[in-house]
């Protein structure tokens, strides 16, 4: 078994899809609308298999599916693995990104930042320290 999509609920398709691309850095990887269904629009970081399919709120078909399920900002945060938080925050930054950390913060297990796309999703860039600066934190409480 293989995760291959997750869903986030969008305002509006097309400034999410400028979002995620220009700002963000991803790829587009779908975009197409069969008749009687809503547009299927993806895009993935550069360089993965995954996709996140960007769903129109408001366009939920199924009667069975709470009205929660269909609203943006509601219930989510992803977490995007980087290799330099710092750096990763300065860039996106520079393109326009929310964040709503000042700066990377350090935690016992790496760096992250809190940021926000258009519609009130969140994510959390991440930095995971190697296994022995981890430890080496958690003994003397000291930035290795």
Request: with cysteine; hydrophobic share 35%.
């Amino acid at each position: 078994m293989m995760l291959t999509h997750v869903t986030i609920v969008v305002k509006d398709q097309n400034a999410a899809l400028e979002f995620y691309t220009k700002k963000m850095g991803f790829e587009k990887k779908a975009d197409y609308q069969n008749p009687g269904q809503p547009r299927w629009l993806t895009v993935a970081p550069k360089g993965q298999a995954i996709e996140m399919v960007l769903y129109q709120a408001g366009s939920m078909t199924d009667p069975k599916v709470p009205t929660s399920h269909d609203l943006p900002g509601i219930g989510t945060r992803w977490v995007l693995e980087v290799d330099d938080c710092g750096k990763t925050f300065a860039e996106l930054k520079a393109r326009g990104v929310k964040f709503l950390d000042l700066q990377p913060r350090e935690e016992g297990w790496g760096f992250a930042a809190d940021l926000v796309d258009p519609d009130g999703n969140h994510f959390t860039i991440h930095e995971t320290r190697k296994p022995s600066a981890t430890t080496d934190w958690a003994k003397t409480g000291k930035k290795v």
